[in-house]
């Protein structure tokens, strides 16, 4: 009985996958923005990023496999950021930096996310 639930949720979980995912990257959107969420409120209002920020944009960085996660999440990145009333893209870009690391793109709205290596 057990095992055949756990059966059934590792299914529904590799199925799940399959649907969010798109062309090779292993990164999904949805994944990516959970991780950034808590860093919109610097990037709208400024002051001090917040840990969980931090903690989300080093998730996103060790997530990075290869150039298809790069491009897809600075596509996802900047798809969502358009979407966010008062963004200020120069702050977005602070935000790896506030956090000590890097990003391998900086995010504007006219970035050709095809572009990134
Ligand atoms: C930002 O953090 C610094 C150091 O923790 C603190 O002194 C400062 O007041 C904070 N600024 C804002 C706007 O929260
Ligand atoms: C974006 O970059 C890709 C790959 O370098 C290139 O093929 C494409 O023409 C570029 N698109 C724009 C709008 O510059």
Known sequence: MAVTKVALVASLMACMLITYSYSTATLTCDQVTVWLTPCIPYAVMGGNVSSLCC???????????????????????????????????????????????????????????????
């Open 55 to 117: 903690q989300g944009v080093y998730s996103l960085n060790a997530a990075y496999k290869n150039g298809d996660d790069r491009r897809s999440a600075c596509q996802c990145i900047k798809d969502r950021a358009a979407l966010i009333p008062g963004i200020d893209y120069n702050r977005v870009n602070q935000v790896p930096v506030r956090c000590g690391t890097k990003c391998p793109y900086k995010v504007y709205p006219s970035t050709n996310c095809s572009a990134v290596k």
